[in-house]
């Protein structure tokens, strides 16, 4: 392979204008592909196999007329001032204009009513319903016991009724007129806010929650500037020079342009979901300024042995580009593996950025290759400061990085207990790991959705913003008095569970019955897991006991079988991509203690992470954040966007090493020489990563700010912990036996060459005749 890319990497050197054209005319192409052909992105949401979303399925069966799960709707909570209510003139006048306001919004229905209209309407109907009951009872010559029937009445309307009992807090409920969430507008929300700022006018305090709302804005453009202008900082500190600090920027920059464009001109053949190029557009840029710095730095290193600079270009693709292919390969393994959790969006990211890296990789190889023949000598223009490092007798390099390397080597055994030490003790708190989706509850402080959710707690307890759905299929029972009767029996049975605050019929029809269910604990609460479970086990006796069929659904049930389904692929992707790596790096390093080492460092990594992301986000650690539970796929996008990025930094530390070993180096000098070289790019590239993440916990969402913070604190443990004191202190305590390889296995795998072994460099072998010269002036 360093052959193969030794010629790549010469000819674009030499014919620049040709492999330049080509880029300009794949961007071109796809472009215009993707702005002519392109159709809107999929905003579905599919989880084959989820039983909370069979009983939602089931519901519109039974019901055809009743409100999706995922129906478009939205509650505006609406609450006097303290020691107020909402009947009072003025505020009831500032409700009912906010009422008929709604209702006159060309995308909201006009059956919208008021708080107080809809409980006085609930409690009419009660009454009728309880003065029809026993009429016939009366007419059938049967006792009716009205109190009884009063007070579980009126039990009924407390659990369902939008009205404060203090009447100083109330609920409206509407349904945009449109087909899904996806298809409410940022204009069709402004136009409920406007309504919204009226009635904060007349003194209401007026906030609105619901999926219809939420913020269609892509937050973090910011973020990404800051985090281009840190890494474009620590670029031109490492060279020293403004023109290659820019290069691998613009050049990562183009790689994701055209990976994105090509995700978009999918969209004229298959159906692409709208989240696909979140997670492409963050990892193309993280990898692609990697892998153009990785070049880069080696292309400037090589012509320290020559004045060639076409074989300079030719041993750093040879060599650099080698290591580039197979860190790109361990990426592209962990986000294709995305696909075995079995949820569409995150099978189309894995695959989206998957293609993104694999661009990224091509632009490492040939276009930056092609600019810098471009460029020539002024590749390293608007120099500002120029690197002289110390050297020894024979020329080697004496930087920060040899001598980190060297201390290392003095107490290898106490670096590796400190570190696994440290890293486990970081890693305890995950025994008490929650995952759970987000929801209003968990949203910023600041926000309204959160507002209106406090507003709602504190009116009608947590639990109705978690309410859960007992679907009923009653077609399997013969008689009409039967089925009402089997419903009654499901709505004793339902409320009699733990937790339960109430349970109510909701709706019934010759085909079955809905039941609201209404825990005490909210949607983030472990009791509310418990509630549906323990719903689910106790289904199949009640079925039994009435012959009718059960399930259960709601947005509650829905986001918790979501995070069940993560956490159960959780241990299946991690195998997967931990095993397929393995086999990867086992070619890579014809060793199998240097890949062992380098999974185990990674897994060492990604606890520590999850501990001190579980400690301070999910426990409140140090007051900084409330404690809430962790997002569900945060640690499967944790392993597979750090792993991407752990093994590049394997693989480019390790090969250095590997290079100067096949070389004829010492185990120890090798450890050093892989340091001296690579130390200092793998240092500026984690730096880039870590700003670019640490950014994110600046911002106001707390999902945002634990995504951010665990990314960030992944990359410091993986980059600064593990491959730069562990990897080094177990390769000296491994000696020449890391690189051990079964003779049969080494026969039958096959012979990829990265360290450019095949290539001829006279000048190695001389630089190891003598690993203890002394140093030598500057």
């Known amino acids: ?16 204008p040709i492999f330049l054209a080509a880029w300009l005319v794949a961007l071109i192409g796809v472009g215009t592909v993707a702005g002519a052909l392109s159709k809107p992105m999929s905003d579905s949401f599919s989880i084959p196999g989820v039983a909370s979303v069979e009983a939602a399925e089931l519901q519109q069966e039974l019901f055809p007329d009743s409100a999706a799960v995922d129906a478009p709707s939205a509650t505006i909570v609406v609450a006097a001032p303290e020691g107020h209510t909402l009947a009072e003139k003025s505020y009831a006048g500032a409700v009912t204009g906010l009422v008929t306001g709604l209702g006159g919004l060309a995308d909201v229905p006009d059956t919208v009513v008021g708080p107080a209209q809809a409980a006085a309407g609930m409690q009419a109907q009660v009454t009728a319903g309880i003065d029809k009951a026993q009429a016939a009872a009366e007419a059938a010559g049967q006792p009716f016991d009205r109190d009884a029937a009063v007070t579980q009445a009126q039990t009924q309307v407390a659990a369902a009724t939008p009205l404060s009992e203090d009447g100083r807090i109330g609920t409206i409920d509407f349904t945009f007129d449109v087909p899904e969430v996806t298809d409410v507008t940022p204009g069709m929300q402004d136009g409920v806010t406007a309504l919204l700022e009226t009635a904060r006018d007349a003194g209401l305090t007026v906030e609105v929650s619901g999926q219809a709302m939420q913020s269609m804005e892509q937050g973090g453009g910011s973020s ?18 403004l023109v290659a600090a820019g290069m691998p920027i613009l050049t990562a920059g183009i790689g994701v342009g055209l990976g994105i464009s090509g995700i978009t001109a999918m969209t004229a053949v298959i159906d692409v979901p709208s989240s696909t190029t979140a997670l492409a557009s963050m990892l193309g840029l993280a990898v692609g300024i990697d892998y153009a710095l990785f070049i880069l730095a080696r ?3 090589e012509l320290e042995h ?11 693709v040879g060599t650099a580009g080698s290591a580039v292919v197979f860190a790109g390969l361990t990426v592209i393994i962990a986000l294709v593996a995305l696909s075995v959790v079995g949820i569409s969006f995150l099978t189309a990211m894995g695959i989206g950025a998957a293609a993104t890296v694999v661009v990224a990789v091509l632009v490492a190889l040939t276009l930056i290759p092609a600019v810098l023949g471009m460029l020539k000598t002024k590749a390293f223009g608007g120099t500002f400061r120029r690197y002289v490092p110390r050297r020894q007798a024979n020329g080697r390099v004496v930087n920060n990085g040899a001598r980190w390397a060297r ?28 995952l759970a989706l ?37 077609r399997g029972i013969d008689s009409a008095e039967q089925r009402q009767a089997a419903y009654q029996q499901v709505t004793a049975w339902a409320a009699q569970q733990d937790d339960v605050a109430n349970a109510l019929l909701a709706g019934s029809n010759e085909n079955g019955a809905m039941i609201m269910v209404q825990p005490s604990s909210g949607a983030e609460d472990e009791r ?19 012959g009718a069929t059960v399930g259960i659904t709601g947005l509650t049930a829905i986001q918790s079988d979501v995070s069940k389904k993560l956490a159960d692929a959780l241990p299946i992707y991690l195998g997967i991509v931990i095993g397929l790596a393995f086999l990867l790096l086992v070619m890579v390093f014809r060793s199998l203690l240097v890949p062992l080492t380098a999974t185990l460092g990674f897994l060492l990594s990604v606890m520590a992470t999850l501990g001190a992301t579980v400690a301070i986000f999910q426990e409140g650690a140090f007051g900084w954040f409330p404690g809430q539970p962790i997002v569900s796929f945060i640690p499967i996008f944790l392993i597979g966007v750090v792993f991407g990025l752990a093994m590049d930094y394997q693989v480019f530390l390790v090969t250095r090493i590997r290079e100067a070993h096949v070389h004829g180096a010492s185990y120890r000098e090798a450890v050093v020489d892989g340091f001296r070289n690579s130390a200092r790019v793998v240092t500026a590239a984690a730096l880039i990563m870590t700003a670019v993440f640490s950014g994110f916990i600046f911002m106001d969402e707390p999902i945002i700010k634990s995504m951010g913070f665990a990314l960030a604190s992944a990359v410091l443990f993986d980059a600064f912990v593990v491959r730069m004191v562990l990897i080094p202190a177990l390769m000296y305590l491994m000696g020449e036996k890391a690189w051990y390889l079964p003779k049969w296995l080494d026969r039958i795998l096959p012979k990829v060459d990265i360290e450019g072994e095949s290539l001829e460099r006279a000048h190695l072998r001389e630089q190891y005749r003598d690993d203890d010269e002394e140093l030598v002036g500057v």
């Open 528 to 546: 509310t897991e418990q509630l549906l479970s323990s719903l689910r086990h106790g289904s199949p006796v009640i079925e039994a006991q009435t």
């Open 306 to 316: 020559t004045d060639d600079r076409a074989e300079a270009m030719g041993i750093a």
């Open 299 to 301: 292309y400037r290193s």
């Open 438 to 474: 987000p929801t209003d509850s968990t949203a910023a402080k600041d926000t309204t959705q959160r507002k209106a959710a406090d507003l709602i707690t504190e009116a009608f307890g947590p639990g109705r913003l978690a309410p859960m759905l007992v679907v009923v299929d009653g």
């Open 224 to 241: 990404e500037l800051i985090g281009i202008a840190v890494a474009l900082l620590i670029l031109a500190m490492t060279f020293g020079s």
């Open 407 to 434: 201390l290392v080597g003095k107490a290898p055994l106490a670096w590796v207990l400190l570190v696994v030490v440290g890293l486990g003790a970081l890693a305890i708190p995950v025994k008490d790991l929650h």
């Open 1 to 16: 392979m360093a052959t193969l890319l030794y010629r790549l990497g010469k000819t674009a050197y030499r014919r620049w």
